[in-house]
C-alpha cells in the first residue's frame, strides 16, 4: 500500500529522525485561528534549532516536492526561513469552514483523530458586546507513535528511525508541541505541551465590546439620571409648597407641631397589557404536532435506519443546538440518501393548521405582533416557511440560531431581547406543558393547545385551547 501523507507530515517525519537519533530540539507548533463565523485556519508551524539544523542541512531541500505542492491536499506550503532565534522554520496551513470542519483538519496533522478532538466554538451576542468561547483535548499519550510511520518501521526491520534510540526520555523531550488559539478578538492563547503526555483539556473565552453602543448605554443612564434628579427636585418643590400653604392657613399648626408626611403608595404590579403573540410554529401553526424527534426516528425507521429513538433523538438535539449540520444528522441515522432529498422528504409530512391563517390575518387587522419561538434547525425551518407561505410573522427565533433550545430560559430571553417587549406583555402558545411552564415562571401569559380539554382535576395551570377560534370567544389564563 502506497499511503501519502499530508505534505508537511513528511518534514515531521524528517525531523523526528533527526531528535530521535541525536540530543536536538524540535518545536511543533499548531495554530488555531477563528473567523466570526466559526471558519478559520490551521497552520502548522516546525522549527529545529541551530544544531538540529547544522545536522541535517539538506532536510529543507528534501522537503520541496510535487506532494507538497499538490494544490488537492488543499494545504499551502511554506518555505523554509530563518526566525527571530536563529531556528530553521518552515509550515503549511490549511483553512477550515466550520467547527466539525475543524476536527478533520486536525486529525491530518498526526495522522489521528484522537490527538486533538471535541472542539468547539461558540458565540453569543447580547447588548453592546459579543462572547467567543472555544474549547478541546489535546492528547499526546502515543508518544513517538505520532511521529512515525507503520510501513516505514516495517521496512526498517521493526525500527522506526532505522537504528535504536539511545535514551527514548531524553528523545521525547526533545520534541515540543505548542497549542495557539486565536479568536477574534482579544490576545492569543498558547498551551505548551510535551510529546508523551496525557489528555489536556483547552479551552479560551473572549469578549468584544461595541464602544458605540458602551457610550449610548452611559447617555441614556444620565439622562435618566437627569431626568429622575429632576423629578425629584419638582416633588420636593411642590411639598415645600403645600407645607408653607397650610401653615399659613391652618392656625391648629404651630412651629411645634410634627410636620405631617405621607408614605410611599404601595407598589403597583407591572402591566398585563398584551403586545405580542408568541406561537411555537411546529405544533401550533403546523401539523403534525408530535415531537419532532419522534418524527424524526420514525422517518428513519422506515427508510432502513438501524439507529434507535435515543440515538435519533440525540443526534436532534446536536442539530437544533447548530452543532452538527442536516447532512451531519441523516449521515448519523445511517441514511446515504440525498441529505436534500431526505430533508424534504420529512418536511413534507408537515402541513398548515386548519384555521392558523384566519388566525394570522386576524392578528394583523388588530395590530399585535406575532413571534414564533421554535427548537429546530434554521435551514428546515426557512424552507417550511417558503414552503408553506407562512406570512404574518415578525420575528423568529430558532434554537440553531441562538445555540440553545426551550424550555432552557436563554432561548426566551433572546425573544425578549429582539422583540424589546417585556415578558409581562407577551402570550406564548404551544403544545408542549414543559415550555409553557418555563415561559410562565418568567412572566409570560400562557396558553395550551390540547386536542381535547382537560378532565376536571387534570387541568394545567394555563389556559386550554383546542382551536384558534378559541381566542376569540374566551381570554387566556396566566
Known amino acids: 500500500m502506497n499511503r501519502r501523507l499530508p505534505p508537511w507530515r513528511t518534514a515531521v517525519l524528517l525531523l523526528a529522525l533527526v531528535v530521535g537519533l541525536t540530543a536536538c530540539q524540535v518545536d511543533i507548533e499548531v495554530g488555531i485561528g477563528f473567523n466570526e463565523d466559526g471558519s478559520g485556519v490551521v497552520t502548522v508551524d516546525v522549527a529545529l534549532d541551530q544544531e538540529a539544523a547544522a545536522l541535517a542541512p539538506d532536510i529543507t531541500s528534501s522537503l520541496l516536492t510535487g506532494d507538497i505542492e499538490d494544490p488537492a491536499s488543499g494545504w499551502t506550503y511554506n518555505g523554509p526561513r530563518i526566525d527571530g532565534q536563529g531556528r ?8 477550515f469552514a466550520s467547527p466539525q470542519q475543524l476536527e478533520l483538519v486536525l486529525a491530518e496533522i498526526f495522522g489521528s483523530p484522537e490527538v486533538f478532538r471535541d472542539f468547539t466554538f461558540e458565540r453569543s451576542t447580547s447588548f ?31 525500527e522506526p528511525f ?28 498558547q498551551e505548551v505541551l510535551a510529546l508523551g503526555q496525557g489528555a489536556v483539556s483547552v479551552e479560551m473565552t473572549a469578549q468584544e465590546e461595541s464602544g458605540t453602543a458602551v457610550i449610548l448605554r452611559w447617555v441614556a443612564w444620565a439622562a435618566f439620571a437627569l431626568v429622575g434628579l429632576s423629578v425629584l427636585i419638582a416633588v420636593a418643590g411642590y411639598l415645600l409648597e403645600r407645607r408653607a400653604r397650610e401653615r399659613r392657613t391652618d392656625p391648629t399648626i404651630s412651629e411645634e ?8 403608595s404601595p407598589e403597583q404590579p407591572p402591566s398585563r397589557r398584551l403586545r405580542q403573540v408568541v406561537l411555537n410554529p411546529l405544533g401550533v401553526l403546523l401539523e403534525p404536532g408530535a415531537e419532532p424527534a419522534e418524527l424524526l426516528a420514525s422517518f428513519a425507521a422506515q427508510r432502513g435506519s438501524e439507529a434507535d429513538e435515543e440515538e ?18 441523516w449521515t448519523g441515522l445511517g441514511l446515504d440518501d440525498d441529505p436534500a432529498e431526505l430533508t424534504e422528504q420529512f418536511l413534507a409530512q408537515y402541513t398548515v393548521r386548519s384555521g392558523a391563517r384566519d388566525f394570522m390575518a386576524e392578528m394583523a387587522r388588530r395590530r399585535l405582533p406575532v413571534a414564533c419561538l421554535t427548537n429546530d434547525i434554521a435551514a428546515w425551518s426557512s424552507a417550511l416557511r417558503e414552503r408553506l407561505e407562512i406570512v404574518g410573522v415578525d420575528t423568529w427565533i430558532v434554537s440553531s440560531d441562538v445555540g440553545v433550545c426551550m424550555p432552557a430560559p436563554g432561548i426566551y430571553e433572546a425573544l425578549r431581547r429582539t422583540t424589546s417587549i417585556p415578558y409581562e406583555n407577551t402570550l406564548l402558545v404551544d403544545v408542549s406543558v414543559e415550555h409553557l411552564d418555563a415561559a410562565q415562571a418568567l412572566g409570560m401569559s400562557t396558553a395550551l393547545l390540547a386536542d381535547v380539554r382537560p378532565q ?21 389564563r396566566s
Open 312 to 329: 435519533a433523538q440525540r443526534l436532534h438535539h446536536q442539530a437544533i443546538l447548530g452543532r452538527i449540520s442536516p447532512a451531519e444528522l
Open 456 to 476: 376536571e382535576g387534570d387541568a394545567p395551570s394555563h389556559a386550554v385551547v383546542t382551536s384558534f377560534s378559541d381566542f376569540f370567544r374566551r381570554r387566556a
Open 88 to 95: 530553521t522554520s518552515f509550515s503549511a496551513s490549511k483553512s
Open 162 to 189: 532505522g537504528e535504536p534510540i539511545g535514551d527514548p526520555a531524553a528523545a521525547l523531550s526533545g520534541v515540543s508541541v505548542i497549542l495557539t488559539l486565536d479568536l477574534p478578538v482579544g490576545a492569543e492563547q
Open 257 to 264: 407641631s410634627p410636620v405631617r408626611t405621607t408614605g410611599p
Open 128 to 158: 453592546a458586546q459579543t462572547d467567543y468561547a472555544v474549547a478541546g483535548v489535546v492528547d499526546l499519550s502515543d508518544g513517538w507513535e505520532l511521529l512515525t510511520d507503520p510501513e516505514l518501521t516495517d521496512r526498517l526491520g521493526g
